[in-house]
């Protein structure tokens, strides 16, 4: 398995700032992943962060409001850029390629309320 | 990705079996069905896969369809840290991306 760590576990922030997370894993791993779950919904790829190279961004999400970067193997990062209320939700690294390219193991999340 | 269908909502009492059903009647031949779980304040862990045969581990067994249109995620004893969301996922082998659906919410009584 994986051990995953997100950072911060929790912010509020105020709307038109930018808010990073932190995906730090303890293994160098292959894929890397950021989700969104809003309230009470079900999770959301946003992308797969590519190490050296762009982000691939699922369909609804741009690199303008959720830059993304990896270094490399271990860790990674999501900002969430000028912030709107809607922006409130749970945001999840995962990663795969540990034991298997078949399983994902995800981070606790980062829960975010923008004011 | 094909899609997947799961009861909303399921309640079990503890100590008792569970059988949690996922149909996936479009689902290809190089599709596995993966199951995760969601505990509260988590994010998803998993549980278990497979492509065609029955299949255990230590959490769970994974009950497939032969014509593999549908399969079962079986808790042999529920316990109340077992109450999580529970998501059928299909994927194919390397392909890299998981759609979640809304999963089926386990309740256990005590």
């Known amino acids: 398995s994986a051990v995953i760590s997100q950072k911060p576990s929790r912010d509020i922030c105020q709307r038109g700032t930018s808010l990073t997370i932190q995906c730090q894993v303890d293994?160098?791993?292959?894929?890397m992943f950021w989700y969104r779950q809003q309230p009470g919904q079900s999770l959301t790829l946003i992308a797969t962060?590519?190490?050296?190279?762009?982000?691939?961004?699922e369909s609804g999400f741009v690199i303008d409001k959720f830059p993304i970067s990896r270094p490399n193997l271990t860790f990674s990062t999501l900002t969430v850029s000028n912030m709107s209320p809607e922006d409130s939700s749970i945001y999840l690294c995962?990663?795969?390629?540990?034991?298997?390219?078949?399983?994902?193991?995800f981070g606790a999340g980062t829960r975010l309320s923008v004011l | 990705d094909a899609k997947t269908t799961q009861p909303n909502s399921m309640e079990s009492n503890e100590e008792e079996p569970v059988h949690l059903p996922c149909n996936h009647s479009?689902?290809?031949?190089?599709?596995?069905i993966h199951w995760y779980r969601q505990l509260p304040s988590q994010g998803p862990e998993y549980v278990i896969h497979?492509?065609?045969s029955n299949v255990n581990n230590r959490m769970a067994s994974l009950a497939i369809a032969e014509d593999r249109k549908s399969s079962t995620l079986i808790l042999h004893r529920a316990t109340l840290r077992d109450a999580a969301v529970y998501y059928c996922?299909?994927?194919?082998?390397?392909?890299?991306?998981?759609?979640f659906g809304p999963g089926t919410r386990l309740s256990v009584l005590p």
């Open positions: 962060a590519n190490q050296g190279s762009e982000a691939t961004y």
């Open positions: 293994s160098q791993v292959t894929m």
């Open positions: 995962s990663v795969s390629g540990v034991t298997s390219q078949n399983i994902q193991y």
């Open positions: 996922i299909l994927r194919v082998y390397y392909g890299q991306n998981f759609v």
């Open positions: 479009t689902i290809s031949g190089t599709d596995y």
């Open positions: 497979g492509l065609t």
